[in-house]
């Protein structure tokens, strides 16, 4: 009888060191770099085939570009979250995995319509500043899903360094806010400002899908 408890005792110790190690390599902290900037993340192992992943993206680049007869000098502000889950479809043969989630936050684009030599031209009619400036602004959802594919984050990995590979896209419509101050409006007219506005809208809509690459390293524990 003590002999049978002893064996037990011993499988239950080796049961537990064991399930103690699993947990020990369920989770991973990563860095990235990419499109989105320079992120942090932490993920957790789910299953064989599955991972949830949380992490924060950031960095603004300033950028001149033009739209219908103006010409912006414009901030690109990107500081956004994301969620993620991970399938990998055949992990014991390839870390290659599938990734759907989202991203939460409040990336826009800043902009201020220059004038040159005192004067703006809206829709091809020329008029003064006056001193005063016009200003768009475009503000992407503040929840917009993603789609991609990659490799790494594998559920299999060892305690330890690894290194990933992300590519997707990011979906979501920017909303536009197009200011000119009244006596600018007056001066050029409505139907030409609205046009000038449409121009704007126009060039920014072309970026309702953003491009998501980045690499990385993780440590795994």
Known sequence: MKKW???????????????????????EIYGQVGTEGVGIGYGHVLSSMFNARAEFNGFALSHSFNAGDLHYDATLTLYHAGLYADFFP?????PFRLTAGVLIGGDNVDATAQAMSGTYTINGQTVSAQGQQIHAKATFPTLRPYIGLGFGHSPRATRGWGMFFDAGIAYGKPHV????????????????????????RNKVQRYHIYPIVKVGVTYRF
Request: net charge negative.
């Open 5 to 27: 408890m002893g064996a037990v005792a011993a499988g239950v110790v080796a049961l537990a060191s064991a399930s103690v190690a699993h947990a020990q390599v369920t989770q």
């Open 90 to 94: 055949a992990p014991s043969v390839v």
């Open 177 to 200: 806010d197009f200011d000119v101050p009244a006596t600018i409006a007056t001066a050029a007219g409505q139907a030409n400002v609205d046009a000038e506005e449409q121009d704007l």
